[in-house]
């Protein structure tokens, strides 16, 4: 039995709704974002889990216009502001984009947090792939820029949450300005928001891509993966363990947390069933259209058992949407040769790039050993899908059986999200 145990979360994304039949059959207090939100989070927090996530987006993607009342796109900050109120221990992680949220808004917004919910906030920090045409006419600048800036921002996040230290409420003169001039912000401080005793805020980062990976390295408590299979996994997790080590810090202090898209049933027939049926909405033509938008790879008419070499990429250069899942369908691609047919069924393709494990509640429990015991993952972020059922499955079975095995808590042995990360 391994000594280290798993970090789990749970996106506060409903996966499992998918299709407006599934969206019609709610509670009638799914139809309040609120109160949807608040039964996620109190379930998540009765399995003990480190926290729930929400993340978020600066632009109304065409689809969710057609999405249900409880799945409107509130400000996630203010949204677990009403969550810290009714729950006592599970940790709270917001979404902010580096882009976009002046850092010094951002840290007063993260450490009131902090202060609303004693202790359990965390951040996650993007950089955003879209959304430029709602603040201001300028395009999205490249990716390497926009980690420039989201390094400089975490910077200055820290350094205002360290501005106004708790004993200033007690000792005159203990705040300081920071006084910051960099390529991107001027900043004078000090923030108006003094620290928690539990400490700063996790910070976590989101994208493995080059630039990705490094600024996790450097800055962030823990890593949303996007890690489709072990070997991805691994690498990806020792990569960030050598890069954190180049930076002067504990290979251990960056928590490597793939997302987890489960399918959850008593048998495996019914898993794998609910797993098509969660994509059936995907018509061949989407997928196919998917594969050119994520690798700029046009398959045309390419019949479905046609193998796609490495020779058929695009240069690595090409401008692509998202650098890191695009990334991950090549290294498929190069490794694999797959047909047609297995290309268009990958999750890069019809998700979004997660590991995906599907059957039954020991299949899983499995799948979850073997990469923590390879060494893959510190953890996971839960993408519950197919049904409803498959939430329950994961909370109510799961999370005990881990807890069995000796893979996760059983209580809570503290109560802010720094204890539940075992961050120092």
């Known amino acids: 039995m391994s000594r280290r145990q798993l970090h789990i979360g749970l996106s506060l994304t409903p996966t499992w709704m998918r299709g407006a039949a599934a969206w019609g059959s709610g509670a009638p207090e799914d139809r309040d974002p609120v109160a949807f939100h608040l039964r996620l989070a109190r379930a998540a927090e009765r399995a003990c889990l480190d926290f729930v996530f929400k993340p978020d987006t600066l632009a109304m993607p065409p689809a969710r216009a057609a999405m249900p009342r409880a799945l409107a796109g509130l400000d996630p900050t203010l949204l677990l502001a009403a969550l810290a109120r009714e729950t006592e221990a599970i940790g709270l992680v917001t979404t902010l984009s580096s882009s976009f949220v002046p850092p010094y808004l951002a840290a007063r917004q993260i450490q009131s947090l902090q202060w609303l919910s004693g202790g359990r906030a965390g951040v996650n920090i993007v950089t955003s792939i879209e959304g430029a045409e709602n603040f201001g006419a300028d395009p999205m600048p490249p990716p390497d820029l926009r980690y420039r800036k989201a390094a ?15 004993q200033a409420l007690d000792e005159a003169g203990a705040c300081a300005p920071i006084d910051h001039r960099g390529e991107f912000f001027e900043v004078g401080g000090p923030l108006n928001v003094p620290t ?3 400490g700063p805020p996790a910070l976590f980062q989101a994208g493995a891509s080059e630039t990705g990976r490094d600024f ?8 949303f993966a996007a890690t489709p299979d072990r070997e991805a996994g691994l690498a990806l997790r020792t990569d960030l363990r050598r890069r954190a080590a180049a930076h002067g810090r504990d290979p251990d202090s960056v928590r490597v947390l793939p997302g987890l898209y489960v399918f959850l049933a008593r048998t495996r027939e019914q898993a794998f069933a609910e797993h098509r049926r969660a994509h059936a909405h995907l018509s061949e033509d989407a997928r196919r259209a998917a594969v050119r938008t994520i690798l700029g790879l046009d398959l045309g008419a390419l019949p479905a058992e046609t193998r796609i070499g490495p020779e058929m990429l695009p240069p690595d250069d090409a401008p692509v949407r998202s650098r890191t899942h695009a990334d991950l369908l090549r290294r498929y691609i190069v490794v694999h040769r797959p047909r047609v047919d297995e290309l268009l069924a990958r999750s890069e393709v019809v998700g979004s790039a997660h590991w995906v494990s599907v059957g039954t509640v020991d299949d899983v429990l499995r799948d979850v050993f073997d990469w923590f015991e390879a060494g893959a993952l510190d953890g996971f972020i839960a993408l519950p899908g197919g049904s409803e059922g498959s939430l329950h ?4 079975e799961l999370i005990p059986a881990l807890a069995a095995a000796g893979l996760f808590r059983r209580t ?5 999200l720094r204890q539940h990360l075992r961050l120092g």
């Not at 921002?153 to 501005?163: C, E, G, I, N, T």
């Not at 499955?393 to 109510?396: D, G």
């Open 196 to 198: 928690h005793e539990a």
């Open 152 to 166: 400089e921002f975490a910077q200055v996040l820290r350094a205002l949450w360290k501005s106004y230290p708790a």
């Open 412 to 416: 809570y042995d503290g109560t802010t």
């Open 216 to 223: 996790a390295a450097s800055v962030a408590d823990a890593t």
């Open 393 to 396: 499955l994961f909370l109510e």
